[in-house]
Every structure is written in structure tokens, then in C-alpha cells.
């Protein structure tokens, strides 16, 4: 997964969390401050009761009974007890655990710095209504219907190519052929698509073909070796704005997380060391 796509999924799970944690409160009342515990020294605090809930039971403090609650309860000062004993025990001094706890700082603290910049640059409309355009730009407006034979050699491709050209039936080497799941039902029928939703060669050989043509030469991709017979074309609908709003806000808070990052790297002093 891209780290940019993984640090906005990372801080829009701290969102979520936020948001549940404190939708049941009035807006007139402060978190919840007061300690409900503690355990040797260590404080434990509501707000870290509430985290705690939302985290392990996916609910909030209002939606669970006095019961449950201090179920949960009890379960923090477990888990403070046995981590007050493995720091006794300098457990977070030895690997893995240091390296689990470093990890666990620098994904946390880097959740943190992402939504302190959303607050500071909140995303408008006009940036969303900007990508939705570049978005409409970047399609070619087509569907294609099409059906496809996948075998797993070039030279199995060519041979079903030959054949198609002199005379056999596309169904019926599809359903012999084809090494696609399915293929015997379907014959290898892809149905309606856009060439957005295929692989790149696939994308890139059918754009190129007109309706009623078989490929004159195999295409290869990830799965195999395809001999595609297009079928039909017409004009592709348009995707309206709201439908692919949650779309736009992903790819807009990538932009402006990968612009963030690059900001951060251009400002440090960062020296690679070579790896044995």
C-alpha cells in the first residue's frame, strides 16, 4: 500500500475515533477528565476508559450499561498491571518490543501531525469540485462490450486466433480454451466496461480495436495471454459529483498529505546509511 494512502486511512481511523468518542456529549460539556482509577501511581483517566471502548468494544460510553462499563474498566487496569510489569521488567528496552513501540510512536504521532493539518487546511469545495473535473477529463467517455479468451502461452493465443480467422466459433473456443474461471458459462463474456476498469494492456488494446473486431494479436497481461473480440461501443455516462464525492476527498487528502511530506523532506536533513 502506498504510505500516503496509509497515513490518510490511519488518520481518518483517529477521526472516526474522535468523532464517536465525543458525538454522545452535549457541546456545552468538557471532556471527562477525572481519574476513574489508579493503579500504583498511574492515573487512569475517563477519556482513556472512553478510547479504550471505542477501540476494543467498537461503542461508546452511552451505549453500554454500568455493567459492561466497568467490565471495560477493569480490563484498562489489566492492561496498565501488565504493562507496569513489563517496564519493570525493561521489557520495552528489548526487541521486538522496543522496535513495536517505536513503530506504534511514529505512526501515532504522524496521525496526529496529518490532522493537525487538516484542521489548519481543511479541504473546500472548490478543490473537490477541481478534482472532480480532472477527473471527468481523464475518461475516455466509452464502454465496451467485449468477450475474451485467456490462455496461458503467446503461441496458444495465436493458434485461437488463426482459428478465429478461419471461420471457428468464439463461444465455443472460449469454453474450451479459456483458462478464466467461469469460462465455460460464460464464454468469456466481459459484459459492459470502461477501459478505466481494466488492466493497462488490456485498456490499451481495446481502445485500439473498432466493434466487431478481434484482436490480430495476442495481449498479454498479469493473468495470461487474451484474444478479445469487441463487440459493441457507446457512450460512456458520466459520473455525477456527488456520486464520487468520497472518492475526490480520498484523492485530494493524498495531494495534500504527499504535498505535506514532500514539504517536511525538503526541510530535513535526512542521510541514508547503506544496507548490509
Avoid at 466487431?212 to 458520466?238: C, M, Y
Avoid at 480520498?250 to 530535513?268: P, T, W
Wanted: proline share 3%.
Amino acid at each position: 500500500m502506498n504510505i500516503l494512502h496509509y497515513l490518510l486511512m490511519l488518520i481518518t481511523v483517529m477521526l472516526t475515533a474522535c468523532t464517536e468518542q465525543t458525538s454522545s456529549q452535549p457541546e456545552n460539556v468538557a471532556p471527562d477528565l477525572q481519574a476513574v482509577a489508579k493503579v500504583n501511581e498511574t492515573l487512569i483517566s475517563q477519556d482513556v476508559v472512553d478510547l479504550f471502548i471505542q477501540q476494543r468494544a467498537n461503542a461508546n460510553r452511552a451505549t453500554l450499561s454500568n455493567e459492561q462499563q466497568e467490565e471495560l474498566i477493569n480490563q484498562v487496569i489489566n492492561f496498565e498491571l501488565l504493562a507496569q510489569d513489563a517496564m519493570k521488567n525493561r521489557l520495552d528496552r528489548q526487541s521486538p518490543v522496543s522496535q513495536q513501540l517505536q513503530v506504534d510512536r511514529m505512526e501515532t504521532l504522524a496521525a496526529a501531525s496529518i490532522r493537525e493539518y487538516f484542521e489548519t487546511h481543511p479541504i473546500t469545495e472548490e478543490m473537490l469540485q477541481a478534482e472532480y473535473q480532472k477527473t471527468l477529463s481523464e475518461l475516455d467517455g466509452i464502454e465496451y462490450n467485449a468477450r475474451h479468451v485467456l490462455v496461458d502461452t503467446e503461441q496458444q493465443a495465436r493458434d485461437l486466433i488463426e482459428q478465429l480467422n478461419d471461420g471457428a466459433d468464439f463461444d465455443a473456443l472460449a469454453r474450451r480454451s479459456s483458462i478464466e474461471p467461469g469460462a465455460e458459462q460464460r464464454a468469456g463474456d466481459l459484459g459492459w466496461f470502461t477501459a478505466g476498469q481494466m488492466v493497462k494492456p488490456f485498456a490499451v488494446a481495446i481502445n485500439a480495436m473498432v466493434a466487431g473486431q478481434i484482436s490480430n494479436e495476442p495481449v498479454q497481461t498479469k493473468f495470461g495471454w487474451h484474444v478479445i473480440d469487441l463487440r459493441e461501443t457507446r457512450d460512456a455516462p458520466l459520473p455525477n459529483f456527488e456520486d464520487l464525492r468520497q472518492q475526490l476527498e480520498f484523492q485530494v487528502k493524498s495531494d495534500q498529505i504527499e504535498g505535506y511530506v514532500n514539504m517536511l523532506r525538503g526541510a530535513a536533513n535526512i542521510q541514508r546509511t547503506e544496507r548490509s
